[in-house]
């Protein structure tokens, strides 16, 4: 069973533009989460989607967006970058959101540079 | 504003030690709990899992503790390994919902550094 994808693995960003990351979760799983991780902050929720709608959102501003595809992937999107955008950003799929029923699964990440 | 790191705490066993690693986590409400493990470059990946109605559940040389009276978790591995080093989270999962969902949101402690020396 394949785990959670994410794409790009990498890329580099300067100030004011905008960035797309993508996630396919693993087969089955219906809820997509996201999570931003840093040296100074650790991870931190940023949000949840399960069924194409947005159920949970964690304490970022509106530049920090996302959606889910009715084949389950998801996306996230940051627009107007700033310096402290940078960050590992990761994707988890579960069965229902998080719960004894079914732990999240993280993908690798992707690690966006913002110069 | 300037941000300040986080201070992760260190925990530098030697090969074949057994490790214990705490957590104390922040609300009572919690029903379930995760410890992650994150390599080098990696995502976090699941270790064990533990229901807050048990107090111990063990795995494969893991074993994790909850004491909910003093909201308090730890990650026990016996005869660790240098593959065992990596950063070390544990995660309470709030309910929000049926079921028990915290609808996508585990909320992590800010992880420990296990080195394991040859």
């Known amino acids: 069973k394949a785990g959670v994808t994410q794409t790009p693995r990498y890329l580099i960003k300067t100030r004011g533009q905008q960035v797309t990351l993508s996630c396919s979760p693993i087969?089955?799983?219906?809820?997509v989460s996201w999570y931003q991780q840093t040296p100074g902050q650790g991870l931190q929720f940023l949000f949840e989607?399960?069924?194409?709608?947005?159920?949970n959102k964690g304490n970022f501003p509106g530049r920090f967006s996302g959606r889910q595809f009715s084949n389950s992937r998801s996306e996230m999107n940051v627009s107007t970058l700033e310096l402290g955008d940078s960050a590992l950003y990761l994707c988890?799929?579960?069965?229902?959101?998080?719960?004894?029923?079914?732990?999240?699964?993280f993908g690798e990440g992707s690690r966006l540079t913002v110069l | 504003g300037e941000s300040v790191g986080l201070h992760l705490p260190t925990l530098s066993v030697q090969e074949g030690d057994n490790s214990i690693i705490n957590c104390a986590y922040s609300?009572?409400?919690?029903?379930?709990f995760i410890w992650y493990k994150q390599e080098s470059g990696k995502g976090p990946q699941f270790i064990i899992d533990?229901?807050?109605?048990?107090d111990k559940r063990q795995g494969q040389r893991v074993t994790v503790l909850l004491n909910k009276t003093v909201k308090h978790l730890s990650l026990q591995i016996a005869a660790t390994q240098p593959g065992d080093s990596a950063v070390y989270f544990c995660a309470e999962n709030i309910p929000l919902g049926a079921g028990g969902t915290s609808y996508g949101k585990l909320t992590f402690g800010q992880g420990t550094i296990l080195t394991v020396h040859p």
């Open positions: 609300n009572s409400a919690s029903d379930y």
């Open positions: 988890a799929s579960s069965l229902a959101g998080g719960s004894f029923t079914g732990e999240l699964f």
């Open positions: 989607y399960f069924s194409e709608t947005q159920r």
């Open positions: 087969s089955g799983h219906r809820s």
């Open positions: 533990i229901r807050s109605n048990m």
